[in-house]
Nanobody
Framework: QVQLVESGGGLVQAGGSLRLSCAASARTYAMGWFRQAPGNERDFVARINWSGDTTSYADSVKGRFTISRDVAKNTVYLQMNSLKPDDTAVYYC????????????????WGQGTQVTVSS
């Protein structure tokens, strides 16, 4: 069983920045960030592999968000810059022991979610 504890959400104005953190109780094959706005499905945002040297992003956040991993601390970060109102959602950290994937169904552990609200 892997436990994930997220922190770092909040309210920010458009153009601002936030950093999300996700502390894991164990190292996993891959970790990812997903987000879910009201009435929408849970969408892929970013992923990182076990060693932290391979990443990928959704087109909507590419160039603005950066995912990173502190292997020693079993912690993953999501640095979010140039935030837009469309980025408003609950952000979830997820861990996969199965695959390095953009599909939320491949992630078997989830954090509690943290709200990110971007005002215009």
């Amino acid at each position: 069983q892997v436990q994930l504890v997220e922190s770092g959400g909040g309210l920010v104005q458009a153009g601002g920045s936030l950093r999300l953190s996700c502390a894991a109780s164990a190292r996993t094959y891959a970790m990812g960030w997903f987000r879910q706005a009201p009435g929408n499905e849970r969408d892929f945002v970013a992923r990182i592999n076990w060693s932290g040297d391979t990443t990928s992003y959704a087109d909507s956040v590419k160039g603005r968000f950066t995912i990173s991993r502190d292997v020693a601390k079993n912690t993953v970060y999501l640095q979010m810059n140039s935030l837009k109102p469309d980025d408003t959602a609950v952000y979830y950290c997820a861990a996969s022991t199965l695959a390095y994937s953009t599909n939320p169904r491949m992630y078997n552990y989830w954090g509690q979610g943290t709200q990110v609200t971007v005002s215009s």
